[in-house]
């Protein structure tokens, strides 16, 4: 018989005092220790100024961004933190919320993740801006049809969005697909459409719209956007014109809203395969960069909030190019 109080041995001799091996941690997602130039630029933007990139879950940022080697899959769950601990970071794009709503327990990470003067550019979902006649990508299979639909917008997007991040939510932005010719040809009625939609929304979020066709855009869009208090989303790509060509709007309520993302002349997927690590700067656009620090000193000056988003597919690495920014508003 074995007394209970005794230690447990192993058949050959004395008490195993081995423990079941654990898995060893996985290091948490640190920031890099920030540079004192950048700390420096940091002190000499305005508080309106708001600039960022269109995620945060890239393994390349080592060293810019992030203080060690990570999976994006960790990135993309723990590494905002420590994006947000940058001093030029104050913003960031979510991409992910146009393929599928993101949901509250998220929203509620995102949002302690980041300090109060932190804002998210959040996308709305993409079923929202796609017509019933427009082609339906593959990621949409299964969503449903809502398009311009104010109750799935207010409750799938806006209402978690603004009650979870309150002031950190900068702006929801409606982002528009090319549409087609078979689409364009009824420019009037979804202006129109589009002006019933924007002005039926909660009016406690700032709205932004971009597009991906010039067609759409006009004095009678300017209009629209006015009459509804929303704003053009600026986006820098090859398919829209510059952005200091796509439609002046000074008197306009809310936030100045651009979007860097494609360099001129590139297609997403040969600028994707051409900048990854997306470390290093390998086409700088110094017209687009110029473009960008003049309208957003132009819109400060007027008391406006300024949101800047950068995607590396613009000269190789948004947070390089965010510096690059940053430099150069200082300068001016």
């Known amino acids: 018989m074995v007394r209970a109080d005794l230690p447990q041995t192993d058949l050959f ?13 996985r290091p948490a997602v640190a920031a890099v ?11 000499a933007l305005p508080r309106e100024l708001h600039l960022g990139t269109s995620t ?14 990570h999976e994006e899959s960790k990135l993309a769950r723990e ?11 104050r913003a960031v794009g979510v991409d992910r919320s146009f393929y599928a709503p993101v949901g509250v327990t998220t929203l509620e990470r995102w949002r302690a993740a980041v300090p109060e003067s932190f804002r998210f550019l959040m996308k709305a979902h993409a079923a929202l801006t796609t017509p019933r006649t427009a082609h339906r990508p593959e990621f949409l299979r299964g969503a449903p049809e809502a398009f311009l639909d104010v109750d799935y917008a207010t409750q799938t997007v806006i209402d978690p969005a603004r009650r979870v991040l309150g002031e950190r939510l900068g702006v929801v932005l409606f982002q528009f697909s090319p549409l087609g010719e078979r689409v364009l040809r009824h420019r009037e009625l979804l202006l129109e459409r589009l002006g019933t939609f924007l002005r039926a929304l909660p009016r406690d979020v700032h709205y932004a719209v971009e597009w991906r066709d010039a067609a759409m855009l006009g004095p009678d869009y300017q209009q629209m956007l006015a009459a509804a208090g929303a704003v053009h989303g600026l986006c820098a790509h090859p398919r829209m014109p510059a952005l200091d060509a796509q439609g002046a709007e000074p008197e306009a309520q809310g936030p100045l809203v ?20 997306f470390d290093r700067l390998v086409d700088p656009d110094f017209v687009n960069r110029s473009r960008i620090v003049s309208l957003g000193q132009q819109a ?20 390089l190019s965010v510096a690059q920014l940053a430099r150069q508003w200082c300068a001016k």
């Open 13 to 25: 001799g004395a008490p195993s005092t081995e423990a079941t091996p654990r898995k060893p941690r």
């Open 33 to 43: 220790a920030p540079a004192d130039a950048d700390v420096a630029l940091a002190a």
């Open 56 to 69: 945060w879950s890239f393994a390349g940022w080592q060293g810019l961004v992030y203080d060690g080697a």
């Open 79 to 89: 590494g905002l933190a420590a994006y947000a601990r940058h001093p030029l970071l």
């Open 258 to 277: 651009i979007r860097w993302l494609l360099a001129p002349g590139r297609q997403y997927e040969e600028a994707k395969a051409a900048y990854a690590p």
């Open 300 to 319: 400060v000056g007027r008391g406006r909030t300024v949101i800047v988003i950068v995607n590396n597919k613009a000269e190789g690495s948004a947070p």
